[in-house]
């Protein structure tokens, strides 16, 4: 089976504008969740969904939303840039949203200048 | 104070050492993780952990749900297991979601 692909890897935008990456999960995984990794927060909790609803939303702002489509590719879609949101995007896939083991996607870098 | 701490968190050894990672949180789990990060950022799950101890290769994870506390221990440590290692717990005040530990740079020279 071919592993989580997240698209694009690369990515520089400037301030103030909008951005969507998207995240292909394993085939037959219903649960996409997306981290966001900083060099000072660490790695946070963005949002998990499955079967297209939103199940868990970590404490980020409005302006970081998400959506999953009926084949569970999932995007995320980031508004209004701020420098602060350069970071690595990664994405992981499970079974359900019950299911203990993640799988990990490459992440998307994404710079904002 | 962070629910996942780890230390340390920079690691230096020679190939050949027995390393240790050490894992404590402060809320009630589900399971327990550890994840490898190598330069570039792909993650790899490299355990999942409820209770006692699992073994792959050279690399052993414990976990201690008493004393709330995991480790992972790599025997014969190689160039190649330099990477940051991460500990990642599910359950607690963040329900069904990861919490992640800061992670541990390991560093192992020729």
């Known amino acids: 089976k071919a592993g989580v692909t997240q698209t694009p890897r690369y990515l520089i935008k400037t301030r103030g504008q909008q951005v969507t990456l998207s995240c292909s999960p394993i085939s037959g995984h219903r649960s996409v969740s997306w981290y966001q990794q900083t060099p000072g927060q660490g790695l946070q909790f963005l949002f998990e969904?499955?079967?297209?609803?939103?199940?868990n939303k970590g404490n980020f702002p409005g302006r970081f939303s998400g959506r999953q489509f009926s084949n569970s590719r999932s995007e995320m879609n980031v508004s209004t840039l701020e420098l602060g949101d350069s970071a690595l995007y990664l994405c992981?896939?499970?079974?359900?949203?019950?299911?203990?083991?993640?799988?990990f996607g490459p992440g998307t870098r994404l710079t904002v200048t | 104070k962070n629910e996942v701490e780890q230390s340390p968190q920079n690691l230096t050894a020679q190939e050949g050492e027995f390393i240790t990672i050490n894992c404590s949180y402060s809320?009630?789990?589900?399971?327990l993780h550890w994840l490898q990060q190598h330069p570039g950022g792909g993650i790899v799950s490299l355990f999942m952990l409820s209770s006692g101890k699992k073994k792959h290769g050279r690399l052993i994870a414990t976990i201690n749900i008493q004393e709330k506390h995991s480790s992972l221990h790599i025997t014969a440590s190689h160039p190649r297991d330099s990477a940051v290692y991460i500990c990642a717990v599910k359950g607690g005040t963040s329900g069904s979601r990861l919490t992640f530990g800061e992670g541990t740079q390991l560093t192992v020279n020729p």
């Open positions: 992981a896939s499970r079974l359900t949203s019950n299911a203990y083991e993640q799988y």
């Open positions: 809320v009630g789990i589900s399971a």
């Open positions: 969904y499955f079967s297209e609803t939103q199940r």
